[in-house]
């Protein structure tokens, strides 16, 4: 482990028009104390030759190959082949302000933090320009691992997401990410927070996030069993890891989240899949329900869309 330098670790699989965008953004930061482990998911495109190519015109930058295995396998590969202080993970489309790095390891210094995290801004679906987030001091703040818990619960967002976040390298293990498609970093996003005795912030949107079309995110996917297990699998784990620890609180707070995913969802689903969820909904919402921790408007919300189901009306 090599101090006060940061291991940038970049999966990449498939992104050949994004690709450079994204590693100069890097390679130019203010920050220069960094190594960009670049990894090359067996793309089949050009990647593997770019990074090469970046390899050889800065000396901070490793590029590796591998055989197909997807992002968590590649993060997995990035992170055991890497030896800085400090972790971040990059999207290979997306990209970062240059002084990325320079603030998030600022604040992880000045706050004695073990995760520090920032905003996001994207691109609009047609590439005429991007979205920019609305000021909001409530991003800034420094908190424990149940209070940044609370706020990934009510706001996933910028959160439940392995990008826009600079961690230390003692909170992340080998082989940390599982090999599934959806939610992989959300699966273990509470694992790593309960290894932080401290979680700090900025409203700073310093992270441009891609909406690519045909990406895992942008592709409209289908409602059955198999696709909506794999959706809400990281929320039913956090809640019976909060049941095991007796965490009502949390528990709850997760309920309401489980729920308002499965909301949301409830229209796309097949009639196998509705059946399949219809009963653990109502074992999340009684739950939830008779615990503290959400407000009783919350409470209600969920209750409503409970009789929507029993009487097979259409959710929103």
């Given at each position: ?114 995760m520090a995290g920032c905003r996001f ?58 090999k599934v498609k959806i939610s992989e ?132």
């Amino acid at each position: 482990m090599k101090r006060d330098l940061i291991s940038v670790i970049v999966p990449i699989y498939n992104v050949e028009q994004y690709l450079d965008e994204c590693i100069r953004s890097i390679v130019n930061q203010t920050y220069k104390d960094i190594e960009i482990i670049l990894v090359d998911d067996g793309s089949p495109d050009n990647c593997g030759e770019k990074i090469d190519h970046w390899a050889k015109k800065d000396e901070r930058v490793i590029a590796l190959h591998k055989k197909n295995g997807g992002l968590g396998d590649s993060r997995n590969y990035g992170f055991a082949h890497s030896t800085g202080e400090y972790i971040a993970f990059i999207d290979s489309d997306d990209f970062v302000d240059n002084k990325y790095f320079e603030k998030l390891l600022t604040l992880l210094k000045q706050e004695d933090a073990d995760m520090a995290g920032c905003r996001f801004f994207r691109n609009n679906i047609d590439n005429k320009g991007y979205r920019y987030p609305y000021p909001n001091e409530k991003y800034r703040f420094v908190g424990d691992k149940e209070y940044f818990l609370e706020r990934l619960y009510n706001d996933f967002g910028v959160f439940c997401v392995a990008w826009g976040k600079l961690y230390k390298r003692s909170i992340i293990t080998e082989n940390m990410y599982p090999k599934v498609k959806i939610s992989e970093d959300a699966l273990i996003i509470r694992e790593l927070a309960y290894r932080c005795n401290k979680i700090a912030y900025i409203p700073d949107a310093l992270y441009m996030y891609r909406d690519r079309p045909n990406s895992i995110m942008t592709v409209q996917r289908k409602g059955t069993l198999e696709n909506e297990k794999q959706v809400v699998m990281w929320l039913e784990r956090d809640i019976d890891f909060y049941k095991g620890i007796h965490n009502n609180k949390l528990q709850a707070i997760a309920e309401k989240a489980y729920c308002y995913v499965l909301a949301n969802d409830w229209n796309k689903l097949d009639r196998e899949c509705q059946k399949y969820f219809q009963s653990r909904y109502f074992k999340a919402l009684v739950h939830m329900i008779f615990n503290s921790g959400n407000r009783f408007a919350v409470k209600c919300k969920y209750m409503l869309l409970a009789f929507k189901i029993i009487f097979r009306i259409n959710a929103w």
